[in-house]
């Protein structure tokens, strides 16, 4: 089985703070990926990233990194010098690498930035 | 916006009643994903469909079912429904999906269709 914990319920983080999220893991596929969806207060998801088991480089994209540890089956994702415009709940998900496409979803983790 | 397209965007109706939902995938796009978003269930999928043919089942109620049609789209149809039904349902598609090996292929989401029960 599957599964994906987000920790981190609520966080509240000055505007220009520096954010990480956590996002820790479960499975027994050795072929795996893992995703980042954004969901605004507007409702939608929005995909960020996916993360391909065997490669464990971490990636930066303007203000947003992620950092992924296979020993530790952490997946998480830091904001740097965050904006109001962050503010949404981000989850993290996993898909096994064959057969089944389904997506496991953290409960996610609400970002307020103040401005 | 992701390309998928989700209609309605918003649904009120009372218990008992039968809903449709319906999805249109990304150009290009054979895979079609359910998935419910709920307070206290969170995210979760419920069926998906390749190129027509239902391929995997999640956490669906026997009292939903859903078919893709031969130009893509997908429907959601829950019946009988209960207060519990209440929630974000979001579609999402993707380019692969139809066979055994892995793929690297990324699920995009519609906008989600807010279903109200009263």
């Known amino acids: 089985a599957q599964k994906v914990t987000q920790a981190q319920t609520e966080i509240s983080v000055v505007e220009k703070e520096d954010v990480t999220l956590d996002c820790v893991y479960e499975?027994?596929?050795?072929?795996?990926?893992l995703f980042w969806y954004k969901q605004p207060p507007s409702g939608e998801l929005v995909f960020l990233i996916r993360r391909n088991s065997f490669d464990e480089q971490n990636e930066i994209s303007g203000r947003y990194s992620w950092n992924f540890q296979k020993s530790t089956s952490s997946f998480n994702f830091t904001i740097t010098a965050s904006q109001v415009v962050d503010s949404a709940v981000y989850f993290c998900a996993l898909r096994q690498g064959t057969g089944r496409r389904a997506l496991t979803f953290g409960s996610g983790t609400r970002l307020q930035v103040q401005p | 916006d992701s390309g998928v397209t989700q209609t309605p965007k918003h649904l009120i109706t009372a218990t008992g009643q039968r809903v449709t939902l319906r999805c249109s995938p990304r150009s290009g796009d054979l895979s079609v994903y359910w998935y419910q978003q709920s307070l206290d269930q969170g995210l979760q999928f419920l069926i998906q469909?390749?190129?027509?043919?239902?391929?995997a089942k999640g956490n669906i109620l026997e009292r939903f079912s859903a078919q893709q049609f031969p130009d893509l789209h997908s429907e959601l149809n829950l019946s009988s429904l209960e207060l519990g039904d209440s929630a974000l349902y979001f579609c999402a598609s993707s380019v692969e999906g139809g066979g055994i090996r892995g793929s690297t292929d990324t699920q995009y989401f519609g906008p989600g269709t807010r279903l109200t029960v009263l």
């Open positions: 499975t027994r596929d050795t072929t795996y990926y």
């Open positions: 469909y390749y190129n027509g043919e239902e391929r």
